[in-house]
């Protein structure tokens, strides 16, 4: 009885000593900076964006203007500018591709810093065609399959653009609202977090839509960036959340991002009116 009194003591004083504490934190600018880009197979100008990290949920992020970026394989050197100045985004000067069995190096110069990257090509595969159904109280059609989720061979990404601004009935509507854009992802693991994951708002269009519908292949270790990337974003929000912590990268130090290579093949439909 004389043990549970002391508890109690004991539990009545450490509750009883409060003192509020006003930490004054000073923030300090981040010199990371964040690579957003893919080198595709297709011959094009290539683009990369680069921006500093955001210190707030839903902030935009300031853009990193005035750098330099190299990409080389072991043949040519590709030069990128910005465009527009003070954007952030980096164009290739000319039109080049990315190739099967090439090793391309990535090279950033800011300031002082130097940030590199390596990456290579899995090359591009075909694939059939997304599956549509039909609303027959609305008359507008929604996605109902695109590909499997799980593949331990073949992770992708799925990429659907849907254009219905010059379907008769939307052409005097704002085309922004009229075009939408969805990810779909095929990873070589299947987590909890995913299988319960968050439901995602269903986009419905009407018939005489465009859709372009592009698979992008993905290498083991940008697969596994995707993955930790919609750990910490899509999937989180459900019965299960992981606990947050710093995705991987194949940048260097003060490089936060993927510089990612793939293999693209794409296919055009248009929903018969």
Known sequence: MRKIFLYFLLLFSISGCEKKIDWSLKSQASKLIVVDGIITSDKTTQTLTLTFPVTELNAKPVPVTGANILISDEDSVFHMTEQPAGSGVYISVKKFQAREGKNYSLLIFYGEQVISAKSAMVPASPFSFLVYSKNDESGLYHISWVASSFSTEHPAMWEVLFDW????????????????????????????????????????????????????????????FIREVLLETQWQGALFNTIPANVPTNLSAGGAGFFAICGVYSISQTVPQ
């Open 165 to 224: 601004s010059k379907v008769p009935g939307y052409q005097q509507a704002d085309s922004t609202k009229c075009k939408a854009r969805l990810l779909f992802y095929t990873l070589s693991t299947l987590d909890v977090s995913e299988i319960f994951a968050p439901s995602v708002e269903r986009v419905s269009f009407p018939a005489g839509t465009k859709i372009n519908e592009t698979r992008y292949s993905l290498t083991p270790e940008y697969a596994e």
